[in-house]
């Protein structure tokens, strides 16, 4: 790897930590490892016993190759939440890579407890956001370039290039959740009656049916 490239990515990483303290709440102790299994969540996750405590509650490998980008939108996110490095718990900061082939979306969706930050590892993106007064705020970067999505606004990554493109992702919660805005209005459970969505997209209700049969889950 480069000088530059090291560099650029350490200042990713400093970034990422920095930005901690206007999220998640500040942590009472050295660490506070997840412990799902106990069913016991305030704001976060009950603490394993640190006598329990291993390095594999703050190592985790997943994000060292790309991701299969083989779905219907041609893009995949990984996520290093708390739900993959316990150790995260109380932290305040996450990460994700996303992998996109030629042409790939990260469609529309928000993150409702943290802003992002990405960092191009290859390729070119369009991405955008779309502040409260619906200006949409936009620019294509690329490799070795950084862009912010402000927590809560509804945002988006397009590879419209002819080759991959990946970023690293960076959040100021150890879990910051995502609302993807198609699914979420029409795949959720239960569905969000018919008349709402023909009226609040001004389309027909057969064709809110067919917008709700393709983005189904897929059975396997």
């Known amino acids: 790897m480069s000088p530059t490239n090291t560099f650029a990515i350490l200042v990713f990483f400093c970034c990422a930590i920095s930005f901690t303290f206007a999220s998640d709440p500040d942590t009472l102790q050295d660490l506070c490892v997840a412990l799902p299994s106990s069913g016991v969540k305030v704001n976060g996750f009950a603490c394993k016993a640190e006598s329990n405590v291993t ?21 995949v996110v990984t996520a290093a939440n708390v739900d993959k490095i316990p150790g995260l718990n109380t932290l305040g900061v996450s ?16 993150h409702p407890r943290a802003t992002e930050i990405v960092f191009v590892l290859d390729g070119q993106l369009d991405v955008g956001f779309i502040t409260t007064a619906n200006k949409l ?19 988006y990554q397009k590879n419209n290039g002819d080759k991959p493109a990946s970023v690293l992702s960076a959040f100021n919660s150890q879990l910051p959740g995502t609302v993807s805005i198609a699914a979420t209005l029409f795949t959720s459970t239960p569905t969000v009656p018919r008349n709402v969505l023909s009226q609040a997209f001004q389309i027909d209700a057969k064709l809110v049916d067919d917008i709700k049969a393709k983005l189904a889950p897929k059975k396997t």
């Open 55 to 75: 390095e594999a509650d703050f190592f985790f490998a997943g994000l060292a190759k790309p991701g299969a980008t083989n779905n219907t939108l041609g893009s």
């Open 95 to 110: 990460f994700s890579r996303i992998d996109y082939k030629a042409g790939g979306l990260n469609p529309p969706h928000t």
């Open 137 to 155: 705020i936009s620019k294509s970067i690329n490799k070795g370039e950084i862009f912010v999505f402000p927590k809560g606004l509804v945002h």
